[in-house]
């Protein structure tokens, strides 16, 4: 059974900065491809960024060149850097596991973002 618990989420100012943390244990790490997703009030859920077991990357076009998505596979964690940050932004967070050639993916609880003066 797969476990992802987020972390790093809060409340920051326009412009500001944070850095989320996805923690995942029951598996090898190694061969999920890991993601982040947000979903606003009102809102579909979204995918933000994506890592895959080889390290490339892919980003939600409004969050490019603001956030990186970055894993650390001896540390079993997925980080999501994010930088200038805007209202628009604000989301409840999840992170997303899914092994590699399978359809079933794994969620993590959630982590509030609210960006707000």
């Known amino acids: 059974q797969v476990q992802l618990v987020e972390s790093g989420g809060g409340l920051v100012q326009p412009g500001g900065s944070l850095k989320l943390s996805c923690a995942a244990s029951g598996t090898i790490f190694s061969n999920y491809i890991m993601a982040w997703h947000r979903q606003a009030p009102g809102k579909q859920r979204e995918l933000v960024a994506l890592?895959?077991?080889?390290?490339?990357?892919n980003y939600l076009d409004s969050v490019k060149g603001r956030f990186t998505i970055s894993r650390d596979n001896a540390k079993n964690t997925v980080y999501l850097q994010m930088n200038s940050l805007k209202p628009e932004d604000t989301a409840v967070y999840y992170c997303r596991a899914q092994r590699v050639g399978s359809l079933y993916a794994y969620w993590g609880q959630g982590t509030q973002v609210t960006v707000s003066a």
């Open positions: 890592v895959n077991s080889g390290g490339i990357t």
